[in-house]
């Protein structure tokens, strides 16, 4: 999992930022590895299904390259 750090001493250093009075834009705490966890068992989950069923990635390959082929025609 990735670790988030904070700046929390930059009041102290020369040249901050001037939106030091806006309040912090910090995700919820907690909810980052959520989503990195869910991102991380899709990816996982397309990697199997690319490995024990290639004719959907196949399917898929061709899909995209008819939507792309039709919008150049």
Do not use: N, W
């Not at 309040?23 to 966890?37: F, W, Y």
């Amino acid at each position: 999992m990735t670790q988030h750090v904070r700046d929390k001493e930059h009041e102290s250093t020369l040249g901050a930022s001037a939106d030091t009075d806006v309040p912090s834009r910090d995700a919820t705490p907690g909810r980052g590895g959520l989503l990195e966890l869910l991102g991380l068992t899709l990816a996982a989950g397309a990697g199997i299904l690319f490995v024990v069923r290639p004719e959907f990635y196949e399917a898929g390959v061709q899909i995209l390259a008819t939507r792309a082929a039709s919008l150049v025609h």
